[in-house]
């Protein structure tokens, strides 16, 4: 399985981006898709997940400007990102799990001028 991400780029305060990725490959099994990211010197932490099933679970620090939504038939992710701050810089990584394995993209750098 390989997971292509996009959408990333530079953007001012309270500015929009949309990030996508595509599930690609042996792509049976999916179970969930969502987007981790890591900022300079912090921690990799959850930003958003939406499973197959319809849940999602959103990182407080993101609740009501970020919304995911996933495509399960074109195995596509989506992170609609609104009202951005300086502090969502950071490199956002892709993940899905084709149960049980987990898989991870190669990450979209967002960043975030004030």
């Known amino acids: 399985v390989q997971l292509q991400a996009s959408g990333g780029g530079l953007v001012q305060a309270g500015g929009s981006l949309r990030l996508s990725c595509i599930a690609s490959?042996?792509?049976?099994?999916?179970?969930?898709m969502g987007w981790y990211r890591r900022a300079p010197g912090k921690q990799r932490e959850l930003v958003a997940l939406s499973t197959t099933g319809g849940s999602t679970n959103y990182a407080d620090s993101v609740k009501g400007r970020f919304t995911i939504s996933l495509d399960n038939a074109k195995s596509t992710v989506y992170l609609q990102m609104n009202s951005l701050k300086p502090e969502d810089t950071a490199v956002y990584y892709c993940h899905a799990q084709f149960w049980p394995r987990d898989y991870w993209g190669q990450g979209t750098q967002v960043t975030v001028s004030s």
């Open positions: 490959g042996s792509i049976l099994g999916l179970s969930r």
